[in-house]
Nanobody, 115 residues
Framework: QVQLVESGGGLVQAGGSLKLSCAAS????????MGWYRQSLGKQREVVAV???????SYADSVKGRFTISRDNAKITVLLQMNSLKPEDTAVYYC?????????WGQGTQVTVSS
C-alpha cells in the first residue's frame, strides 16, 4: 500500500525556518495536485499551499511571501520551505497527493513556533 511519509517538523523560535518533506513510499500513477494543509488545536484543517502537476502554485494569504512549495515529480515528493515563522503557524501539517483513485494523506508532522 502506498503511503505519504512526512518529515521535517519540530520546534523553532519565531523568525526561524523549517523545511517539510513528504515522499511517497511506493509508486503512484498519474499524480495531479500535491499540497499541504495544517490544523491548529481547536481549529478546522486549512489549506496552506498547493502545487499542480504543471508547477502552478497557490498559497493561503497568511503564508504568502513566507512559504514556498515545490515538488519533484520523478521522486513523488512535495516540499514546503517555511521562513519567517510565527507562533500562529504552530499546527500539525499534513501533505496530500491527488491521483486517479482519490487523495492520499500523510500522517502529519508537528510544527511548533515559540515566541
Amino acid at each position: 500500500q502506498v503511503q505519504l511519509v512526512e518529515s521535517g517538523g519540530g520546534l523553532v523560535q519565531a523568525g526561524g525556518s523549517l523545511k517539510l518533506s513528504c515522499a511517497a513510499s511506493g509508486s503512484i500513477f498519474a499524480i495531479d495536485a500535491m499540497g499541504w494543509y495544517r490544523q491548529s488545536l481547536g481549529k478546522q484543517r486549512e489549506v496552506v499551499a498547493v502545487i499542480t502537476s504543471g508547477g502552478t502554485t497557490s498559497y493561503a494569504d497568511s503564508v504568502k511571501g513566507r512559504f514556498t512549495i515545490s515538488r519533484d515529480n520523478a521522486k513523488i515528493t512535495v516540499l514546503l520551505q517555511m521562513n519567517s515563522l510565527k507562533p500562529e503557524d504552530t499546527a500539525v501539517y499534513y501533505c496530500y497527493a491527488d491521483h486517479v483513485y482519490g487523495r492520499l494523506w500523510g500522517q502529519g508532522t508537528q510544527v511548533t513556533v515559540s515566541s
